[in-house]
């Protein structure tokens, strides 16, 4: 008994000590890292890839575990080398200790920055009793185009013509395909693709959409600039063939004369054309070897099955002409002609750095009635902009039509007044061949061969409500769905109190803010849809807020300025 006594108290001792020494390793440790630098952005993004900017600007917030604590200093490293950074240090930039708080849009000054190239990058700060913090994580940009020269690419588009009468505009214009194969024949090490298509673009390789963006790029000024997006394909780029393919549609760059507020026409003052496309896809291969595909008279086109669309007005589709195989291998090939090259717009091409555009919610429908003979009104329960998504089975030739709405009159049926296109709500208003009334509609025209799901691609709409005509028996709760869209904003703030009035109320504005920001910031998702100023003015300190609005905002002033 005396021996298991004493070895009890032995090991009660040695636990004793274990646990003092864990306590003072946590004290010494806190004591020689009371700083710590964490959410590191470059642009005032997580690891961004793509920028074209020479000088980018890092920002960056720390974490203690003592109070009142302040940084006194930092020091960055930044190379294109990972291993000489995971060893502490940065050929491309060593600032060596710096005396400075500032913490937010730090400028790079090392050597200069080389396009296509991914930069690796830490810091570590000094609090204000010299005590310095261990380095970061690791974080890393990769540039895109730094010079114009960059572009090798160049503007193609389908060859076809814009009306001279206006009233013709109105008429069916079916949309772009183009397409083109390569092949490829080593191990690919990285693979990007630059792409810029307008009004609006998406682009597909191996019959596969890239990407997530919508309603892509950002609406600018186009004679003063034009937006690109980098996207990482190296998973999607296969050994051997590959066909890459792009749909384009309208957007703001080949708008309707339609006169807005019975007024403007935008064909007359801003710069447009038809939809053209500009797309480099750059491969590297793991000896190092590089190859690149660009848009050029050699890429093919044909006409697609979008046979309508406007930012305005809404889309038409008829799934009756839709490309067999158009995005990957054995197309018809006999609709299929030589792209041609074209002036596209004159302002300088510029990497998207604001957020793009996302379908950022799924939203359920929660009542659906009939109203009239082959009318069905679907209530989304929330008001929010974005598109409707249906899943539907019929004959070959039924047409779908679906018109939106915020409200319904008192009998159940839709009030499209709510949401009219720039207020056109009498004949001859909105010019010659615009209609009547300037309603919110999709539509959509059955190829006929089992379910087939569809979603407009180059429009968006204000809605709560979607009356629904010409569907083959009738819809469910679980064949239509809503498509929330809206810029990706990163949420940055939150708001709840014991009121739930004011919880609730909060949520409505979020709502809000979320249906009006579609790379400009506008008071209405239907009616306008642009954005002239005032907006940010009476609202921008609520969003900053609640979200992060530095980019965003960033474009906002290029856009005024």
Partial sequence: MPYFHNTKINRLKKNFVLCIACCLLLILSAVAVPLQPVKLTCEYLHNPLGIDTKIPRFNWTFTSTERNQLQSGYEIIVSDNLQQVQQGKGDAWSSGKIISSQSIQVEYAGKALQSFTKYYWRIRVANQQNETSNWS??????????????????????????????????KEDQMPLLRKEFSTGKKISTARLYISGLGYYEAFLNGQKIGDHVLDPGFTTYKKEV????????????????????????????PLPLRIFGRFDLRKIQQTGRPCVMAEIQLTYADGTKQTIITDENWQTAPGPVIHNNVYLGEKYDARLEQKNWNSFNPEKATWKNAVLTAGPSGMVRAQMAPPIRITKIVQPVKIYEQGKDTFMVDMGQNFAGVARIKVKGTKGTKITMRYGEDVWKDGTLNFMTSVATQLKWPGAGGPGAPDIAWQEDGYILKGTGTETWQPQFTFHGFRYVEITGWPGKPTLADIEGLRMNSDLQQQGSFSCSNELFNQL????????????????????????????????????????????????????TDFA
């Avoid at 890393?140 to 185009?145: D, L, P, Q, V, Y």
């Avoid at 506008?522 to 900053?544: H, L, Q, T, W």
């Fill in 227 to 254: 937006l690109y997006s980098v996207y990482d394909i190296t998973g999607m780029v296969k050994k051997g063939n590959n066909v890459t393919g792009i749909m384009l549609g309208s957007g703001w760059w080949n």
């Fill in 137 to 170: 994580e690791i974080n890393w940009f990769e540039t895109a185009m730094l010079n114009t020269k960059d572009w090798t690419a160049k503007w193609i588009s389908d060859g076809s013509k814009n009306p001279e009468r206006d009233e013709d505009y109105y």
């Fill in 506 to 557: 909060h949520k409505v504005i979020q709502w809000t803010f979320l249906s009006n920001v579609f790379s400009v910031q506008s008071d209405c998702p239907a009616r306008e849809k642009m954005g002239y100023g005032a907006d940010m003015v009476v609202s921008s300190n609520a969003f900053i807020y609640n979200y992060g609005m530095a980019n965003f905002y960033t474009k906002a002033v």
